[in-house]
């Protein structure tokens, strides 16, 4: 069983910085991709960032801005958001992928956090 547990939302103004950890409990996340997932009211889970060992994945309205890296020995997976804009403003979710492969589909992860709430104000 896996247990992830997202933290470091809150409220920021246009062109700030966040950085979202992903902490996960039980068993090692070495072995596997894991992804941030975001999603506002009324639309669909909206893929962000993904790793898998040591390569990494990113949608098109993040790249550039966001980084994800991870800490294996921590269990925590971190995505550094920078120059945020109101866009962003979502709740951000970590999942993981059991097939070790970078996906954007979100039904390809079985364990998700509860998610931690970023706004950005303009």
């Known amino acids: 069983q896996v247990q992830l547990a997202e933290s470091g939302g809150g409220l920021v103004q246009a062109g700030g910085s966040l950085r979202l950890s992903c902490a996960a409990s039980?068993?090692?996340?070495?072995?596997?991709?894991m992804g941030w997932f975001r999603q506002t009211p009324g639309k669909e889970r909206e893929f962000v960032a993904g790793i898998s060992g040591i390569t990494t994945y990113y949608a098109d309205s993040v790249k550039g801005r966001f980084t994800i890296s991870r800490d294996n020995a921590k269990k925590t997976v971190y995505l550094q958001m920078n120059s945020l804009n109101p866009d962003d403003t979502a709740v951000y979710y970590c999942?993981?992928?059991?097939?070790?492969?970078?996906?954007?589909?979100?039904?390809?992860?079985?364990?998700w956090g509860r998610g931690t709430q970023v706004t950005v104000s303009s």
């Open positions: 999942a993981r992928n059991p097939s070790g492969t970078l996906t954007r589909v979100p039904k390809d992860y079985d364990y």
């Open positions: 039980g068993r090692t996340l070495s072995y596997y991709a």
